[in-house]
């Protein structure tokens, strides 16, 4: 029983240190939340009720924040869109600093001045950024999608392709991503499989 006691132990205190290094958010929250789960088990079992008050106390802290990311996740208050010029500075900045992340995830992108540029913000935080040209028929390809790692798996993305009503107000009616990207989420928002890249027939608009 002893042994099994202390593996408990450990492997709580594994999770623990494990979420913090995460980058992404939810990820983090949901391995902080279970290593604290854990250890008030543990806690419990051995006796120590200042560990098992401030385990319950980071359980109830990763709690409330999983129940705001998730039920904000597909908020249109939430992500804000809006569109800049392609050779903006600030937006060559995000580009560069995330330069790295971007290439594991689309190793085929490279930049073009002509693209149309969209960033989507939470607050005053950029936490995506979209490139699309502008092929004949009403297609948008798609040049670059990326989110960044804090805010990857709450696929703000969808405020860009469905909500944000930005692509439907230029004409476009169907979304083509680059072939070849590492990792799609395209399936969750809806898009189709065509081949070796995801297409998205837009909503008519009113």
Do not use: C, K
């Not at 980058?23 to 006796?47: C, D, E, K, M, P």
């Not at 990857?152 to 860009?160: K, M, Q």
């Not at 969750?188 to 297409?199: A, I, M, P, S, V």
């Amino acid at each position: 029983m002893r042994y099994w006691l202390e593996a408990l132990g450990w492997a709580g205190s594994a999770l623990l240190v494990w979420s913090l290094l995460q980058t992404r958010q939810l990820r983090l929250r949901r391995l902080n939340l279970a290593g604290s789960v854990v250890l008030i088990v543990y806690n419990s079992l051995v006796h120590v009720w200042p560990m098992v008050g401030l385990n319950a106390v980071l359980t109830v802290i990763n709690a409330w924040h999983l129940y705001r990311m998730l039920r904000t996740r597909h908020d249109e208050n939430t992500y804000a869109v809006v569109e800049v010029a392609p050779d903006d500075a600030f937006l060559a900045h995000v580009l560069r600093v995330h330069w790295a992340d971007i290439a594991r995830f689309n190793p085929s992108f490279e930049y073009s001045p002509d693209s149309q540029a969209f960033v989507t913000l939470y607050g005053d935080e950029v936490v995506g950024v979209l490139l699309l040209r502008p092929l004949p028929g009403g297609v948008a390809q798609v040049d670059l999608d990326y989110v960044t790692p804090r805010y990857r798996d709450l696929s703000p993305g969808e405020f860009v392709f469905r909500r944000s009503g930005q692509l439907t107000a230029r004409g476009y009616s169907q979304v083509l991503t680059p072939p070849g990207m590492v990792a799609p989420y395209y399936g969750r928002l809806g898009f189709e499989r065509d081949g070796d890249r995801y297409r998205l027939d837009l909503p008519t608009p009113d």
